[in-house]
């Protein structure tokens, strides 16, 4: 565990075997944040779609072991509502969605198959990063963020750090003084935010290797740990109760009290859409992405388990 600049920089080396012995977990097996929270950063796109940003990730904050952190939610709008929730399989506990999705998915009726794409789990990692060059808004040139991306600049990260080619070396990408700069492109694919043209820079050195600037950098990374602190989870009996309302199975009942400040922003976090007609089977099926992939995998682990 780093718990000062000094030990972060005498153990860099053991670093990256560290990462690379996560990654491989987190790609044979298996996080959110808020929009609100001013110490996140997200790029700018133009009116076409398009954007552009140099960032750089950080190592790990002190005293903890990563420097990312990886999250599961589930956002969905059901016939009694929404369900804007963690989901517990983040912390290794069960979900009352993942259990029903997978109830759902191995029914074999591609009407329900279709009703799990809509409700599965979402990915997110999250990092700290510092933004390089922000030409949208380069007040933010120099600083810290939070950054929370998705599979494919993970898949990015991972690349670098597992080369596929003999003249190709390990780089960790969250190193001070081995890392890289990442070059976020993004372009609007078929109606979708694509970050397919992101690419490393060679590996330099943050600020040149300064250390002392690197040492400031270093006491102002944000901690990740509260990400998947087991205090942002609801009971398993909550959630499951929470999923009755949004599905509209269960009864309705009188409020005793005033809603929450909490259940307020998440009831109106999202527009109510207009209610759609129900899927049928015998319609075209969207393509499944490798992400669904994975999830829809998952779920059919859950069912077999049971």
């Known amino acids: 565990m780093a718990n000062s600049f000094a030990t972060l920089k005498k153990s860099r080396t053991d670093s990256l075997s560290k990462l690379l012995s996560e990654s491989k977990k987190l790609n044979e097996g298996g996080?959110?944040?808020s929009t609100e929270d001013n110490r996140f950063w997200q790029p700018q796109v133009d009116k076409a779609g398009n954007g552009y940003a140099v960032i750089r990730f950080m190592p790990e904050a002190p005293n903890e072991d990563l420097p990312y952190v990886r999250t599961f939610s589930h956002g969905f709008q059901g016939n009694g509502g929404w369900y804007i929730e963690n989901c517990p399989t983040t912390i290794g506990q069960e979900c009352p969605v993942c259990k029903h999705n997978s109830e759902l998915w191995n029914s074999g009726i591609e009407a329900n198959k279709e009703i799990v794409r809509k409700q599965k789990r979402r990915l997110t990692y999250i990092s700290n990063i510092l933004v390089?060059?922000?030409?949208?808004n380069p007040e933010n040139e120099g600083k810290v963020f939070l950054y929370k991306y998705g599979k494919k600049i993970w898949d990015k990260l991972n690349d670098i750090m597992n080369p596929q080619f003999e003249d190709e070396q390990p780089?960790?990408?969250f190193d001070?003084?081995?890392g890289a700069d990442f070059k976020l492109k993004i372009r609007k694919v078929e109606g979708y935010r694509n970050y397919d043209k992101?690419?490393?820079d060679s590996p330099s050195a943050t600020f040149g290797g300064d250390d002392e600037k690197l040492e400031t950098l270093y006491n102002g990374l944000h901690s990740l740990s509260d990400f998947v602190d087991p205090s942002q989870f609801k009971s398993y009996a909550d959630l499951d109760a929470k999923l009755e309302r949004a599905l509209g199975?269960?009864?309705?009942?009188?409020?005793a009290a005033t809603p929450s400040i909490e259940e307020e922003d998440k009831t109106v976090e999202m527009p109510k859409a207009k209610e759609?007609?129900?899927p049928v089977q015998k319609s075209t099926p969207a393509p499944v992405t490798a992400e669904e992939d994975d999830d829809l995998s998952f779920f059919e682990k859950?069912?077999?388990e049971e």
Do not use: G, I, Y
């Open 31 to 33: 996080q959110s944040a």
């Open 132 to 136: 390089v060059k922000d030409p949208a």
């Open 171 to 173: 780089v960790n990408p």
């Open 176 to 178: 001070f003084w081995e």
């Open 198 to 200: 992101s690419e490393f």
């Open 249 to 255: 199975n269960a009864k309705p009942t009188p409020r």
């Open 276 to 278: 759609a007609p129900a």
């Open 302 to 304: 859950l069912a077999n």
